[in-house]
Each structure stands twice: as structure tokens, then as C-alpha cells.
């Protein structure tokens, strides 16, 4: 992005820099702040919209020791958590998400500027789609409450289950919305019931993407056929 951007800018001059508030952007990701082709009426630089109060204070001491980019006055999440005191509740699961664990606060949220209150890089569900990409999530058929807002089943921090879903149990999470499932499935599926694949308790997903597919009903395979081979073997006695 630098390379594309220094075609035009010329991100090391002393004007730059000053514009900067004395930092030196020259190694800088410029999208992390600015948009290349529009921004917000009547703003310059063309910023992303919304703005974190002490970045448009100028009070770039409350992160950073002088004007290195590289050093701030704590590290990873306990830095976002010397202002934002609720920091300390959201972690406080233990299952904790694993770009948090790795990059911090600012692995999803902007320190400068960024989309939305919680100052997301992306703008919606692109922030989680920019690191959950997979085939999983590509399906022309999609899910949409999981296309609508991660957060419908998963907590973006930190949660007592696995996968950072809201319930223990992926059947129940499913029938907070699809309340009448039991009585339109006839396969046998729950306590008792072992997925073969998975060696765990058959659940919904043992048989639906619960993101996005290519098949109908949001089937892991064609349902005539190929999903009951994903278990059962096509031969018989």
C-alpha cells in the first residue's frame, strides 16, 4: 500500500511527517486510516468515519512514548485497557478469541480511526470475513443471520464455549431461532447420538453449514444421496 500510495505522496517528506503530528509514516499501511477513493463530507484526508476521541485530540501520548510508532506506554490489550476499563470484563472468559491473543484490541479495531462505534478496520461482517475466508464462508447459499452479524451466535472477545458461541450446545444455540426443528427432523440426532466423523454428539451442523454452502437448506453435500454417505456407508448386507 505504501508503494501505491508513494507513487504520489511522498511519505517520508517533513511535511508529511508534521501533518503526522511527528511520527514518521513512512512504513505505514495508509488504509488503516484513509480511504482511497471517498470520504466523509466536509472532513480532509479522506478518513475513515468515525474517530477515536484522544486520536482527534491529539493526545497521542496516552498510547505512544514520544512519536515511535513502535512503542506505546503498555502492551497488546492491557494498553487498549488503561482507558477502557470494561476491557478487563469482556476477556474475562476463557475462551478467548485467538486474533485478540495474538495482535491485541487493535487486531479488529482501529486505534486511530475506523468504522462504526467500536472503530472496526472493516466496515460490518467484513472485519470477521477478512481473516475467515475459507470455503466455509464463500457458499453461494448463505446463512443469514451469520451474514448479517457474527455476534447473532459468537462473542467477538471472549466466551465459556468452545468456538465463542454463545451456548454450550450448537443444537440449542440453532433452536433459539429455529424453535420448530424438532418436529420437522426425523433423523435421530442429540445426547446419545454420535456424529462418526466427529466422534462427538451428532448436532445440526453435522449435517448444515451454519455460514454458507452449495447445496439447498445449507447441507454439507447433496441431500438425496452424498450427505447420509458422509456417515453411512453406501454398501449393504
Do not use: Y
Not at 31 to 39: D, K, L, R, S
Not at 203 to 208: L, R
Request: contains cysteine.
Amino acid at each position: 500500500k505504501k508503494e501505491l500510495c508513494g507513487k504520489c505522496h511522498n511519505l517520508t517528506s517533513p511535511v508529511m511527517t508534521t501533518a503526522h503530528k511527528g511520527f514518521d509514516i513512512g512504513a505505514a499501511n495508509c488504509q488503516n486510516c484513509h480511504e482511497p477513493h471517498v470520504g466523509q463530507k466536509g472532513k480532509k484526508g479522506l478518513l475513515l468515519p468515525k474517530s477515536h476521541p484522544p486520536f482527534v485530540k491529539g493526545e497521542c501520548a496516552n498510547c505512544h512514548v514520544g512519536t515511535s510508532a513502535t512503542e506505546f506506554v503498555a502492551d497488546g490489550k492491557d494498553l487498549c485497557a488503561t482507558c477502557h476499563d470494561k476491557g478487563s470484563k469482556i476477556f474475562a472468559k476463557p475462551v478467548i478469541h485467538t486474533a485478540v491473543e495474538k495482535n491485541g484490541c487493535t487486531a479488529c479495531h482501529g486505534p486511530h480511526v475506523g468504522f462504526g462505534k467500536g472503530l472496526q478496520k472493516r466496515d460490518g461482517i467484513d472485519q470477521c470475513l477478512s481473516c475467515h475466508n475459507t470455503p466455509e464462508f464463500t457458499g453461494p447459499i448463505q446463512h443469514p443471520p451469520a451474514f448479517e452479524d457474527c455476534s447473532n451466535c459468537h462473542d467477538p472477545h471472549s466466551s465459556d464455549n468452545k468456538l465463542l458461541l454463545h451456548t454450550p450446545d450448537i443444537t440449542e444455540l440453532c433452536n433459539t431461532c429455529h424453535e420448530d426443528a424438532a418436529k420437522k427432523h426425523f433423523h435421530p440426532m442429540g445426547k446419545g447420538v454420535i456424529n462418526p466423523r466427529t466422534k462427538s454428539e451428532l448436532v445440526c451442523t453435522g449435517c448444515h453449514s451454519p455460514h454458507s454452502s452449495e447445496g439447498n437448506k445449507l447441507m454439507l453435500a447433496d441431500e438425496n444421496r452424498n450427505l447420509c454417505n458422509l456417515c453411512h456407508s453406501a454398501e449393504h448386507d
